[in-house]
Protein backbone atom coordinates (compact mmCIF):
# COMPACT_ATOMS: atom_id res chain seq x y z
CA UNK A 1 0.00 0.00 0.00
CA UNK A 2 1.44 3.32 -1.05
CA UNK A 3 2.48 5.69 1.06
CA UNK A 4 3.58 8.55 -0.66
CA UNK A 5 2.49 10.07 -3.49
CA UNK A 6 3.61 7.86 -6.41
CA UNK A 7 6.08 9.00 -9.09
CA UNK A 8 4.06 9.33 -12.24
CA UNK A 9 3.68 6.43 -13.83
CA UNK A 10 5.59 6.34 -17.47
CA UNK A 11 3.33 6.01 -20.72
CA UNK A 12 3.21 2.33 -21.00
CA UNK A 13 2.03 1.28 -17.36
CA UNK A 14 -1.33 2.83 -18.53
CA UNK A 15 -1.74 4.42 -22.23
CA UNK A 16 -5.16 5.71 -21.04
CA UNK A 17 -3.96 7.53 -18.19
CA UNK A 18 -6.15 6.35 -15.93
CA UNK A 19 -3.65 5.07 -13.51
CA UNK A 20 -4.69 4.86 -9.59
CA UNK A 21 -1.79 5.21 -8.00
CA UNK A 22 -2.54 8.96 -7.22
CA UNK A 23 -5.74 8.35 -5.87
CA UNK A 24 -4.81 5.72 -3.43
CA UNK A 25 -1.95 7.19 -2.45
CA UNK A 26 -3.48 10.63 -1.67
CA UNK A 27 -6.44 8.37 0.12
CA UNK A 28 -3.89 6.54 2.36
CA UNK A 29 -2.03 9.10 3.01
CA UNK A 30 -3.27 9.68 6.82
CA UNK A 31 -2.37 5.95 7.32
CA UNK A 32 1.47 7.51 6.71
CA UNK A 33 0.73 10.91 8.95
CA UNK A 34 -0.62 9.05 11.72
CA UNK A 35 2.45 6.50 11.48
CA UNK A 36 4.63 9.19 11.71
CA UNK A 37 3.10 10.51 14.58
CA UNK A 38 3.34 7.44 16.45
CA UNK A 39 6.67 7.03 15.43
CA UNK A 40 7.85 10.62 16.53
CA UNK A 41 5.67 9.98 19.81
CA UNK A 42 7.16 6.10 20.41
CA UNK A 43 10.71 7.78 20.16
CA UNK A 44 11.53 5.85 17.02
CA UNK A 45 14.17 8.45 15.62
CA UNK A 46 15.65 9.52 18.74
CA UNK A 47 16.33 5.48 19.15
CA UNK A 48 18.40 5.41 15.70
CA UNK A 49 20.12 8.50 16.88
CA UNK A 50 23.18 6.37 18.02
CA UNK A 51 23.46 4.38 15.20
CA UNK A 52 21.51 1.98 12.90
CA UNK A 53 19.70 -0.95 14.39
CA UNK A 54 17.45 -3.38 13.15
CA UNK A 55 13.69 -3.80 14.72
CA UNK A 56 14.63 -6.11 17.23
CA UNK A 57 17.54 -3.32 18.32
CA UNK A 58 14.62 0.08 18.04
CA UNK A 59 12.14 -2.35 19.90
CA UNK A 60 14.65 -2.57 22.89
CA UNK A 61 16.04 0.83 22.68
CA UNK A 62 12.58 2.79 22.24
CA UNK A 63 11.03 0.28 24.65
CA UNK A 64 7.88 -0.84 21.90
CA UNK A 65 7.20 -4.06 20.58
CA UNK A 66 9.69 -5.98 17.65
CA UNK A 67 6.41 -6.27 15.70
CA UNK A 68 5.45 -1.89 15.99
CA UNK A 69 9.20 -1.22 15.69
CA UNK A 70 9.39 -3.15 12.31
CA UNK A 71 5.92 -1.58 11.00
CA UNK A 72 7.04 1.33 12.02
CA UNK A 73 10.48 1.41 10.70
CA UNK A 74 9.37 -0.47 6.81
CA UNK A 75 6.84 2.53 6.79
CA UNK A 76 9.41 5.58 7.81
CA UNK A 77 11.74 3.93 5.36
CA UNK A 78 9.09 4.09 2.68
CA UNK A 79 8.41 7.72 3.44
CA UNK A 80 12.24 8.27 2.70
CA UNK A 81 12.82 9.11 6.57
CA UNK A 82 14.71 6.34 7.32
CA UNK A 83 17.30 4.31 5.20
CA UNK A 84 16.97 0.55 5.17
CA UNK A 85 19.45 -1.54 4.44
CA UNK A 86 20.46 -5.30 5.39
CA UNK A 87 17.44 -5.38 7.84
CA UNK A 88 18.90 -2.07 9.85
CA UNK A 89 17.42 1.29 10.02
CA UNK A 90 19.01 4.41 9.68
CA UNK A 91 17.65 7.93 10.24
CA UNK A 92 17.67 10.02 6.79
CA UNK A 93 19.85 13.59 7.07
CA UNK A 94 16.01 15.12 7.85
CA UNK A 95 15.18 13.15 10.76
CA UNK A 96 18.60 12.91 12.15
CA UNK A 97 18.09 17.00 11.98
CA UNK A 98 14.54 17.22 13.25
CA UNK A 99 12.91 14.22 14.94
CA UNK A 100 16.01 12.70 16.93
CA UNK A 101 16.36 14.98 19.29
CA UNK A 102 20.20 15.89 18.42
CA UNK A 103 19.33 18.73 15.60
CA UNK A 104 19.19 22.45 15.44
CA UNK A 105 15.59 22.43 15.13
CA UNK A 106 13.14 19.70 16.83
CA UNK A 107 9.94 19.62 15.24
CA UNK A 108 8.54 16.97 17.57
CA UNK A 109 6.06 19.46 19.04
CA UNK A 110 4.67 20.39 15.41
CA UNK A 111 4.24 16.48 15.42
CA UNK A 112 2.42 16.69 18.60
CA UNK A 113 0.06 19.51 17.23
CA UNK A 114 -0.63 17.96 14.24
CA UNK A 115 -1.50 14.67 16.15
CA UNK A 116 -3.29 15.67 19.27
CA UNK A 117 -5.06 19.51 18.12
CA UNK A 118 -5.05 19.22 14.09
CA UNK A 119 -5.74 15.39 13.29
CA UNK A 120 -8.98 15.79 15.29
CA UNK A 121 -10.90 18.83 13.51
CA UNK A 122 -9.38 16.75 10.30
CA UNK A 123 -12.16 14.16 11.06
CA UNK A 124 -14.70 16.42 10.57
CA UNK A 125 -13.69 18.04 7.80
CA UNK A 126 -16.76 17.05 5.48
CA UNK A 127 -19.02 19.17 7.92
CA UNK A 128 -16.81 22.14 7.24
CA UNK A 129 -16.64 21.22 4.10
CA UNK A 130 -21.03 21.62 3.82
CA UNK A 131 -20.81 24.33 6.19
CA UNK A 132 -17.70 26.31 5.76
CA UNK A 133 -17.19 26.54 9.03
CA UNK A 134 -14.71 25.33 11.47
CA UNK A 135 -14.58 23.26 14.04
CA UNK A 136 -14.77 24.15 17.57
CA UNK A 137 -11.13 24.63 18.99
CA UNK A 138 -10.58 23.51 22.28
CA UNK A 139 -7.62 24.71 24.00
CA UNK A 140 -8.37 24.36 27.61
CA UNK A 141 -5.42 22.51 29.73
CA UNK A 142 -2.25 20.84 28.26
CA UNK A 143 -4.06 21.68 24.88
CA UNK A 144 -3.31 25.58 24.73
CA UNK A 145 0.68 24.44 25.16
CA UNK A 146 0.35 21.81 22.40
CA UNK A 147 -1.31 24.50 20.22
CA UNK A 148 1.28 26.89 21.35
CA UNK A 149 4.45 24.29 21.23
CA UNK A 150 3.44 23.14 17.21
CA UNK A 151 2.52 26.78 15.96
CA UNK A 152 5.90 28.24 17.21
CA UNK A 153 7.91 25.16 16.34
CA UNK A 154 6.37 25.78 12.34
CA UNK A 155 6.91 28.86 12.94
CA UNK A 156 10.39 28.68 14.01
CA UNK A 157 10.87 25.97 11.00
CA UNK A 158 9.60 28.83 8.09
CA UNK A 159 12.06 31.45 9.88
CA UNK A 160 14.80 29.48 9.21
CA UNK A 161 14.16 28.44 5.90
CA UNK A 162 13.72 32.21 5.00
CA UNK A 163 16.88 33.38 6.50
CA UNK A 164 18.31 30.15 4.50
CA UNK A 165 16.59 31.54 0.76
CA UNK A 166 16.76 35.13 1.64
CA UNK A 167 19.67 37.56 2.15
CA UNK A 168 19.18 40.23 5.32
CA UNK A 169 22.57 41.33 5.25
CA UNK A 170 22.20 44.28 3.19
CA UNK A 171 19.18 45.98 5.96
CA UNK A 172 19.91 47.86 8.82
CA UNK A 173 16.34 48.78 10.00
CA UNK A 174 13.67 46.01 10.16
CA UNK A 175 10.21 46.14 10.80
CA UNK A 176 8.27 43.00 12.20
CA UNK A 177 4.66 44.08 11.23
CA UNK A 178 2.06 41.82 12.77
CA UNK A 179 4.03 39.16 13.29
CA UNK A 180 3.06 36.40 16.44
CA UNK A 181 6.41 34.95 16.33
CA UNK A 182 9.73 36.38 17.77
CA UNK A 183 11.82 33.90 15.48
CA UNK A 184 11.71 35.69 11.98
CA UNK A 185 13.23 38.55 13.20
CA UNK A 186 15.63 36.95 15.64
CA UNK A 187 16.90 35.20 12.48
CA UNK A 188 16.87 38.37 10.37
CA UNK A 189 18.70 40.33 12.88
CA UNK A 190 20.94 37.26 13.75
CA UNK A 191 21.54 37.29 9.99
CA UNK A 192 22.20 41.11 9.64
CA UNK A 193 24.56 41.60 12.82
CA UNK A 194 24.54 45.58 12.43
CA UNK A 195 20.88 45.77 12.13
CA UNK A 196 18.49 47.12 14.48
CA UNK A 197 14.49 45.97 14.64
CA UNK A 198 11.16 46.67 15.71
CA UNK A 199 8.53 44.05 16.41
CA UNK A 200 5.39 46.28 16.42
CA UNK A 201 2.16 44.04 17.01
CA UNK A 202 -0.60 42.75 19.65
CA UNK A 203 -1.84 40.60 21.41
CA UNK A 204 -0.80 38.38 24.66
CA UNK A 205 1.59 36.43 22.52
CA UNK A 206 3.58 39.51 21.95
CA UNK A 207 6.02 39.16 25.34
CA UNK A 208 6.28 35.61 24.02
CA UNK A 209 7.98 36.83 20.80
CA UNK A 210 10.12 38.80 23.05
CA UNK A 211 11.69 36.13 24.83
CA UNK A 212 12.44 34.43 21.55
CA UNK A 213 14.17 37.12 20.90
CA UNK A 214 15.77 37.94 24.08
CA UNK A 215 16.91 33.65 23.66
CA UNK A 216 18.22 34.15 20.40
CA UNK A 217 20.28 37.01 21.77
CA UNK A 218 19.31 39.74 19.67
CA UNK A 219 16.79 41.40 22.52
CA UNK A 220 18.88 44.52 22.92
CA UNK A 221 18.54 44.98 19.08
CA UNK A 222 14.90 45.00 19.42
CA UNK A 223 12.03 47.34 20.37
CA UNK A 224 9.18 45.91 21.28
CA UNK A 225 5.64 47.67 20.03
CA UNK A 226 2.07 46.89 21.58
CA UNK A 227 0.44 48.62 18.74
CA UNK A 228 -2.65 47.21 16.41
CA UNK A 229 -1.10 46.47 12.95
CA UNK A 230 -4.32 47.87 11.40
CA UNK A 231 -4.51 51.06 12.59
CA UNK A 232 -1.93 51.77 15.45
CA UNK A 233 0.76 53.97 15.77
CA UNK A 234 4.25 52.93 14.10
CA UNK A 235 7.35 54.38 13.31
CA UNK A 236 8.95 54.85 10.01
CA UNK A 237 11.95 55.04 7.73
CA UNK A 238 12.57 50.78 7.65
CA UNK A 239 14.36 49.60 4.74
CA UNK A 240 13.18 46.58 5.34
CA UNK A 241 9.51 44.87 6.08
CA UNK A 242 7.99 41.63 7.44
CA UNK A 243 4.48 40.71 7.14
CA UNK A 244 4.63 36.99 7.89
CA UNK A 245 1.56 34.76 8.32
CA UNK A 246 -0.46 38.01 8.28
CA UNK A 247 -2.28 37.65 5.78
CA UNK A 248 -4.05 34.63 6.37
CA UNK A 249 -5.16 36.15 9.54
CA UNK A 250 -7.09 38.96 8.02
CA UNK A 251 -9.81 39.78 5.89
CA UNK A 252 -9.10 41.74 2.86
CA UNK A 253 -9.92 44.83 3.84
CA UNK A 254 -7.93 45.04 7.13
CA UNK A 255 -5.24 43.48 4.82
CA UNK A 256 -5.25 46.22 2.08
CA UNK A 257 -4.90 48.09 5.21
CA UNK A 258 -2.22 46.87 7.06
CA UNK A 259 -0.15 46.58 3.58
CA UNK A 260 -0.99 50.19 3.28
CA UNK A 261 0.73 50.98 7.24
CA UNK A 262 3.57 48.96 5.95
CA UNK A 263 4.30 51.11 2.89
CA UNK A 264 3.91 53.73 5.21
CA UNK A 265 6.41 52.66 7.73
CA UNK A 266 8.83 52.04 4.57
CA UNK A 267 11.40 54.09 3.48
CA UNK A 268 11.15 55.10 -0.56
CA UNK A 269 13.26 52.22 -2.28
CA UNK A 270 12.20 49.57 0.67
CA UNK A 271 11.65 46.07 0.62
CA UNK A 272 8.48 44.20 2.32
CA UNK A 273 8.95 40.52 2.29
CA UNK A 274 5.57 38.88 2.67
CA UNK A 275 5.04 35.20 3.90
CA UNK A 276 2.07 33.50 4.02
CA UNK A 277 0.51 30.65 1.86
CA UNK A 278 -1.50 31.48 -1.39
CA UNK A 279 -3.62 30.47 -3.62
CA UNK A 280 -2.28 30.64 -7.27
CA UNK A 281 -3.55 30.20 -10.70
CA UNK A 282 -0.51 27.98 -12.03
CA UNK A 283 -1.24 24.61 -13.87
CA UNK A 284 -0.30 22.88 -10.83
CA UNK A 285 -1.10 24.48 -7.50
CA UNK A 286 1.74 23.76 -4.63
CA UNK A 287 -0.11 21.51 -2.52
CA UNK A 288 1.67 22.26 0.95
CA UNK A 289 -0.57 25.55 0.55
CA UNK A 290 -3.24 24.11 -1.02
CA UNK A 291 -3.83 21.64 2.25
CA UNK A 292 -2.94 24.52 4.33
CA UNK A 293 -6.41 26.57 3.07
CA UNK A 294 -8.18 23.23 4.21
CA UNK A 295 -6.32 23.65 7.98
CA UNK A 296 -6.84 27.40 8.57
CA UNK A 297 -10.74 26.65 7.49
CA UNK A 298 -10.95 23.71 9.88
CA UNK A 299 -9.22 25.20 12.62
CA UNK A 300 -10.05 28.34 12.91
CA UNK A 301 -11.60 30.13 9.74
CA UNK A 302 -8.76 31.79 8.78
CA UNK A 303 -8.11 32.26 4.77
CA UNK A 304 -5.78 31.12 2.32
CA UNK A 305 -5.71 33.97 0.30
CA UNK A 306 -4.96 33.85 -3.94
CA UNK A 307 -1.54 35.25 -4.43
CA UNK A 308 -2.98 37.31 -7.63
CA UNK A 309 -5.12 39.12 -4.98
CA UNK A 310 -2.61 40.03 -2.56
CA UNK A 311 -0.17 41.42 -5.37
CA UNK A 312 -3.18 43.29 -6.37
CA UNK A 313 -2.78 44.87 -2.43
CA UNK A 314 0.73 45.69 -2.47
CA UNK A 315 0.35 47.61 -5.81
CA UNK A 316 -2.70 49.53 -4.36
CA UNK A 317 -0.44 50.12 -1.85
CA UNK A 318 2.56 51.35 -3.67
CA UNK A 319 4.52 48.32 -3.47
CA UNK A 320 5.83 46.64 -6.58
CA UNK A 321 6.09 43.07 -6.22
CA UNK A 322 8.83 41.54 -8.01
CA UNK A 323 8.89 37.96 -7.10
CA UNK A 324 7.23 35.03 -5.25
CA UNK A 325 9.31 32.43 -3.72
CA UNK A 326 8.76 29.00 -2.34
CA UNK A 327 10.34 27.84 0.40
CA UNK A 328 10.86 24.22 1.32
CA UNK A 329 8.95 22.97 3.89
CA UNK A 330 7.44 26.12 4.36
CA UNK A 331 5.08 29.08 2.97
CA UNK A 332 5.80 31.33 0.16
CA UNK A 333 7.15 34.56 0.44
CA UNK A 334 6.15 37.91 -2.16
CA UNK A 335 9.31 40.19 -2.33
CA UNK A 336 7.93 43.80 -3.19
CA UNK A 337 10.01 47.15 -3.44
CA UNK A 338 8.62 50.49 -2.13
CA UNK A 339 7.91 52.74 -5.39
Sequence with gaps: MPLRAPTPPSADADPSGADPSAIVGVATGYMAAKQLFAASEAGLFAALADGPADAAGIAERAGIPERAAR????AMAACGLLVRADG???NSPAAAAHLAGGGDLDLRPFLAFLDSISYGHWLGFAETVRTAEPRPLDLAGARMDAFLGGVMTYN???????????????FARVLDLGGLSGSFLAEA????????????SGGELVEFARKVMVDAGVGDRVEV???DPVDGELPGGF??????HVVHRYDAEQNRAIIRRAREAAADGGTLVLLDFFLDDDPEQRLLDA??????LV???????????VRGWLADAGWTPVETRALPGSPRIIIAEAR
Design 71 to 74: ILGD
Design 88 to 90: RYA
Design 156 to 170: ALHARMLARCFDFTP
Design 189 to 200: LRAAEKARGVFA
Design 225 to 227: LQT
Design 239 to 244: DLVLLE
Design 291 to 296: VHAGEY
Design 299 to 309: IDGTVVHPEAE
